[in-house]
């Protein structure tokens, strides 16, 4: 589906109101001033030439404030501990705040700026002066416009400001530390000795993070493909990027083009707030990320000294926490905690796991809190021009914080490869340093609880790693294929079955386990493609036949189940609810057997068979075959009680919505009073294409929080990169945006934008737009 239109003449007006100048031509200097070309094209996508990375960085910054000023004022709000003044004083804004500010206090960002600026032990120039633009860029727009801000979400508030260089790397270490201490962030804050005066705010609970993957509940990720010459049609390599994120908030993607000529060349998506592409591609090489399973943060158990809950051992010899006093200003007036570190890291308590006893305390060591890295790691790969190229950047660099990389190349080359920031808690390690107790804690999570009370059980170093602390290249995973690699949030051994990866440290991931029904999904998807037996021409890919794969929408827990689901509600058509209640299932089993197996908009039932899998109702009878991985466990468990039992509680859940109503009728996003219907659905229930909506009694799911945000097939063929993208949430979150719903709307019609990387694809959109941005320094 080709995107509808915008009148060119209105996006001018438009950009003319929020004033800009609309000019055409080619960046150029203001002697030592930032000058950026940007290139509106449909649906707001903004293309930005500049001659340096100051420059570029002042285009990404000004185009992002246009678009997304108040996410990125928010986001500024948070890190430098500001929330609990200007947006209430609850406990959560309160812990965020403590927080942030003690990371303010222990000059966690400036520190990562000393060092040679090699991009490995500090940033690169180039990476500084993005930064440094990007700020510039914002301000300019905020100078310029901050009158006129038409998003109310921040309109005349007095917490959008001017932003520095240091914000930028501040949100930056925010960015890193995601998945470690900033999942961890309420423990740290919480964390107080025996009979302490701290009160502990919101501690985490010990299930939350045990399951927790990137600082998100499990069963939220990523889905992405990396196709190689024997598995598309032209053999060109071939990739799909599909992650699942938030929908609102300081965590949408946000659509761009960054061009330095001759130097940088990348289309594909960034975070809000960042100044460089993290998903996208080059003219030969295209790459996404999937969260990884590895673990980012080690646990040390540390033996207290007798009487003294702040002192602990090392090596039989007494050693002092440091107890430092953070105080921050909330609306209700100042707050002040205590906070403790150890010479591993900061104090951290989880209530039923991990307590501060007299005996004991754990602190943790946080791989990412020194990952410095990133950006120019980002910045390296943009520039690969193969996926041996890019995987030798990997190597280097070591920067990706908490995710795995898929890429393909022109070649027709498919990487896999989890070469994320990882603790070194090796084999031998794990064996003689994790007590006793923590083992199966370690065999069942990767989490490690190493003893902290012997220098023996520090991390150490590999040699061939980029910094101490975490596993070098030779101990991560990685695979090279010419028919294609996958991933969807489970770990590395099965990113391609037909040549596992094993042998790897548990704190990675996990080997010969089951695979979530997402992941079996995704990989029969492929291998029915290449079998020509997923009911599509041909048995090989092209862009648009990858679409439809990923959009196909198959729910994969129905098709093992459903039929036998059905008649167990057929042959006893009420059950009794886990309250105890009687429920009559008849309505529920008509629904069932009239579902079409998907979560498309007219699918009817989905909605019922999604609250059945929620429930636990998925329990099968037959085991886990490790020899067949994709394949088993596949039976439903027909004679088990909780089966019904869990049927009868999703049609408790669902009164007041009929069963068998349309998937498109009660899964919609909100855009002002217009409700857009979505189509997709939970990994729970083995949907590939994952939406997760926020549920309301009698009405269904009337607001999209998490899933395909930025979702991009694009192909590596000889006369440059083609495909198909789409942002699902659009562009803008500002209600006053002509993109605001446009790809939203584009998205529940399943159609797409195309790539437009060259000036030539660019020059043949009907609705571009071209201004320039700048001023003098």
């Known amino acids: 589906m080709k995107p509808r239109p915008l009148a060119a003449a209105a996006t001018t007006l438009v950009l ?56 990125i004022a928010e986001q ?15 406990t959560r804004n309160v812990s965020s705040d403590l927080f942030h500010q003690k990371a303010i206090d222990d000059r966690s960002a400036e520190r990562w700026l000393v060092g040679r600026r090699d991009g490995v032990h500090a940033p690169s120039d180039e990476v500084r002066d993005q930064v440094r633009g990007f700020a510039a860029g914002y301000n300019a727009y905020l100078r310029r416009n901050g009158n006129r801000i038409t998003d109310p979400a921040c309109a005349g508030k ?57 600082g998100a509940p499990a069963g939220v990720g990523s889905n992405a493909y990396g196709l190689g010459r024997d598995a598309t049609a ?14 609102d908030g300081g965590e949408r993607f946000y659509r761009v083009h960054l061009k330095v000529p001759g130097r940088y060349d990348v289309e594909g998506a960034a975070l809000v707030g960042d100044p460089i592409v993290e998903i996208g591609h080059n003219g030969r090489v295209a790459w996404s990320h999937t969260v990884s399973t590895a673990r980012r943060f080690v646990w040390h158990r540390l033996a207290l000294v007798p009487g003294d809950p702040t002192s602990y051992l090392y090596d039989g010899q007494p050693r002092k926490m440091t107890a430092r006093t953070v105080t921050v200003q909330t609306s209700a007036g100042p707050v002040s905690r205590t906070l403790y570190d150890t010479h591993f890291g900061p104090v951290v308590v989880v209530p039923g796991t991990f307590d501060w006893t007299a005996q004991a305390a754990y602190a943790i060591t946080d791989a990412n809190a020194t990952n410095n890295r990133a950006l120019d790691g980002w910045l390296a790969m943009g520039r690969a021009r193969s996926v041996g190229e890019l995987r030798a950047v990997l190597d280097r660099r070591q920067f990706l914080p908490w995710v795995n990389v898929i890429a393909a190349d022109r070649d027709g080359r498919a990487l896999y490869a989890d070469h994320s920031v990882v603790p070194r808690v090796t084999a031998a390690l794990a064996a003689a340093c994790i007590p006793a107790p923590f083992q199966p804690l370690y065999a069942s999570s990767g989490q490690a609880v190493l003893d902290g009370s012997r220098s023996a059980c520090e991390l150490g170093r590999d040699p061939d790693a980029a910094v101490a602390g975490i596993l070098g290249p030779a101990n991560l995973p990685a695979l090279v294929r010419k ?5 969807s949030n489970d770990s590395y051994w099965l990113a391609n079955p037909a040549q596992p990866l094993e042998g790897y440290p548990r704190i990675i991931g996990d080997e010969r386990t089951p695979r979530s029904l997402r992941t079996r999904l995704g990989v029969l998807q492929v291998q029915q493609r290449l079998a020509g037996t997923d009911g599509l021409r041909g048995k090989r890919f092209t862009t648009g036949k990858l679409w439809d794969v990923t959009l196909g929408n198959r729910a994969y827990g129905g098709e093992l189940v459903r039929d036998d689901l059905v008649r167990v509600c057929e042959a006893q058509p009420t059950a009794t609810a886990s309250d105890g209640s009687t429920v009559d299932l008849t309505a529920a089993c008509a629904a069932l057997r009239g579902w079409d197996l998907k979560v498309d908009l007219d699918s009817r039932g989905a909605h019922l068979f999604t609250e059945f899998a929620l429930a636990g109702g998925l329990r099968f009878a037959d085991p886990f075959d490790p020899a067949a991985p994709l394949t088993t466990p596949n039976r439903l468990a027909v004679d088990d009680p909780k089966v019904r039992t869990a049927l009868a509680d999703a049609v408790r859940k669902l009164a007041g919505i009929p069963l068998d109503a349309r998937l498109g009728d009660i899964q919609t996003e909100p855009r002002g009073s217009e409700r857009i219907p979505i189509h997709g659905g939970r990994a729970e229930a083995g949907v590939f294409n994952m939406i997760i909506g926020v549920f309301q009694p009698g009405v269904g799911y009337p607001k999209i929080r998490h899933g395909t945000s930025f979702l991009m097939a694009v192909e590596l063929g000889r006369n440059g990169p083609s495909g198909r993208q789409i942002l699902t949430y659009s562009q803008s979150a ?44």
């Open 16 to 71: 003319v109101a929020a004033g800009l100048t609309v000019t055409s031509g080619t960046a150029v200097a203001h002697g030592r001033g930032y000058s950026a070309l940007i290139q509106r094209a449909s649906y707001g996508v903004p293309h930005i030439t500049a001659r340096d990375f100051a420059s570029l960085g002042f285009g990404v910054g000004h185009a992002q404030a246009e678009d997304n000023i108040c996410l």
């Open 76 to 90: 500024m709000v948070t890190v430098n501990a500001q929330r609990s003044r200007w947006f209430g004083a609850d």
């Open 158 to 214: 007095e917490w959008v400001r001017p932003i520095t260089e240091l914000d930028m790397w501040r949100a930056n270490w925010a960015r890193m530390v995601r998945a470690s201490s900033g999942a961890l962030a309420d423990g740290i804050v919480a964390a107080a000795p025996p009979n302490g005066t701290s009160a502990p705010a919101s501690a985490p609970q010990a299930e939350a993070v045990v399951t927790a993957r990137d």
């Open 734 to 777: 500002n209600p006053n945006s002509p993109w605001y719903a446009d790809q939203t709307r584009l998205y529940s019609a399943k159609g797409w934008d195309t790539v437009k990387f060259t000036q030539k694809q660019l020059r043949a959109d009907p609705n571009l737009v071209t201004y320039r941005v700048g001023e003098r320094r």
């Open 483 to 487: 028919d294609y690699v996958t991933n």
């Open 234 to 247: 032209s053999g060109a390599g071939m990739l799909l990027a599909n992650p699942h994120f938030p929908w």
